[in-house]
């Protein structure tokens, strides 16, 4: 069933494309249209694609947010610089731009460094896929010497890994979107992804990433610049054991427009 919708999904925009030309610019048309035109929707690798979007990129995106907020509900200071970044990114548009009055475009999200630092240390603290695992096909050994035979599996804990001193120093467990700008000029410095794995690393680094920060900064740049998102102070959240860092019964906020706007 999920097969057959996904195709059917294909083949409606693929029929668009064809009698518009290739004039859409969401994510699924700009994949089709970087394909050879012998690249056809019944491939499995397309209909991969899409359903990696539909299924794996809906609950992760959503549990990283989720956690976020709740971050972010206790440092005004984190919110107060998000605010100035966004505010600082919309006043450098040409005068009388009204184009994407409300939206960010492509350009405006890669200039908000400290937002994607921001997200990026709550998702060291709560990754959206906290435990994964791997069968090893053949035999193998590990970068440490260690001997794993064929049909081992490996498992790893990212969750626990975001926590450790030895890891991340003294301050492992504080939430410092700081320590991912480069103190010179403030842009956003990448680690490592076999240091920070929220989104794997090697061959099967997460295919959505890049889609997953537009997602989360557009979202997060928006909701913050416009609305006041309180959480109860007393409110403890219970984590989900599931595929995905669930918060249990979700984040109960108080949402408001913002006054000095």
Known sequence: MVH????????????????DGFEKHDLLSRFM???????SESEVPLRDVVISFL?????????ALT???WLLSSRPDV???IRDEVAAVRARRAQGDVDNVVGLDLDELREMHYVHAAITESMRLYPPVPVNSLRADKDDVLPDGTA????WFVAYNSYGMGRMKSVWGHDAREFRPERWLNPADGAFRPDSPFRYVAFHAG?????????????????VACVVEELDVAVDGAYQPRQVASLTLRMADGLPVTVKPRRDC
């Open 4 to 19: 057959d919708f996904a195709d059917r999904i294909i083949q409606s925009r693929r029929e668009e494309m064809l009698r």
């Open 33 to 39: 249209a970087s394909q050879d035109e012998t690249y």
């Open 55 to 63: 299924l794996a990129g809906r609950e992760t995106t959503s549990s």
């Open 67 to 69: 956690w976020f907020f």
């Open 79 to 81: 919110q107060r610089r």
């Open 148 to 151: 794993v035979q064929a049909g």
């Open 203 to 219: 061959p099967r680094l997460c295919l959505g990433k890049e889609m997953a920060y537009i997602q989360m900064k557009s979202i």
